[in-house]
């Protein structure tokens, strides 16, 4: 992990994500200060909490993960991967448990969630040779 100074557009530290191989998504939550690292070559979303620059987590996820998105409503992780499977966490107290993960479909490697109305967005390349925009609503939350 770089930090960069914007005042002078330099890099002026570096911190290791302890646990990762590959990092590829980044996703930072700024209200609780924590970035979420996918780590696309040991299948692993690494936790790093940006105030002890320090990794606080490692945590299984599906195979080749991708892109991550964060209802910050719900306070709730999407991560997403090139295998089709899908990891969802809550955050509470600034730690990760996982709600769900497994298979949801082919290429599910993007994701996006709308923290308003707390729709999950999941563009999918090839559901019986056409492409199809899933959506879906938590089913165990009060919205």
Request: net charge negative; proline share 4%.
């Amino acid at each position: 992990m770089a930090e960069i100074d914007p005042t002078i557009d330099k890099v002026v530290a570096r911190y290791p994500l302890t646990g990762c191989k590959g990092s590829h998504g980044l996703l930072i939550d700024s209200e609780n200060h924590l970035a979420f690292a996918a780590c696309e070559e040991n299948s692993k979303l690494v936790v790093f909490d940006l105030q002890s620059k320090k990794a606080t987590a490692t945590l299984a996820v599906g195979s080749d993960p991708d892109v991550l998105a964060f209802d910050s409503g719900l306070h709730r992780l999407y991560v997403s991967a090139e295998s089709g499977n899908i990891a969802i966490f809550d955050e509470h107290d600034r730690e990760l448990k996982e709600v769900f993960r497994g298979f949801f479909a082919a290429n599910a490697h993007t994701v996006a969630v709308d923290s308003r109305t707390h729709r999950v967005y999941w563009p999918l390349q090839n559901v019986d040779g056409k492409p199809v925009l899933r959506i879906a609503l938590p089913s165990d939350k009060q919205l």
